[in-house]
Nanobody
Framework: QVQLVESGGGLVQAGGSLRLSCAAS????????MGWFRQAPGKEREFVAT????????YYVDSVKGRFTISRDNAKNMVYLQMNSLKTEDTAVYYC???????????????WGQGTQVTVSS
């Protein structure tokens, strides 16, 4: 079993930056593919980014490419999402997830955090 807890969300102005963190407990993070998803009010949870076990491979949804960076520190059981040049449309609850496949599909992830709110104001 893996437990995930996100932190770092908050209110920022458009154009600003924010770094989300995800702390894991249980089995070592090195066993899992990690991903970030987000869900805005009235919308489905959508894929944001994913990263391989080693951290050598990562993929992003087109809307955040060049602005967001996913990273991981397996020794600390931590995953991060650095968000730069934030836009109002980035406003959502952000979730970290652990799974077995490098995938943009929610079904590929077995464990989920509780989410952290990111609000971007204009």
């Amino acid at each position: 079993q893996v437990q995930l807890v996100e932190s770092g969300g908050g209110l920022v102005q458009a154009g600003g930056s924010l770094r989300l963190s995800c702390a894991a407990s249980g089995r070592t993070l090195s066993r899992y593919i990690m991903g970030w998803f987000r869900q805005a009010p009235g919308k489905e949870r959508e894929f944001v980014a994913t990263i391989s076990w080693s951290g050598d491979n990562s993929y992003y949804v087109d809307s955040v490419k060049g602005r967001f960076t996913i990273s991981r520190d397996n020794a600390k059981n931590m995953v991060y999402l650095q968000m730069n040049s934030l836009k109002t449309e980035d406003t959502a609850v952000y979730y970290c997830a652990a799974g077995r496949d490098l995938s943009a599909l929610r079904q590929a992830y077995e464990y989920w955090g509780q989410g952290t709110q990111v609000t971007v104001s204009s």
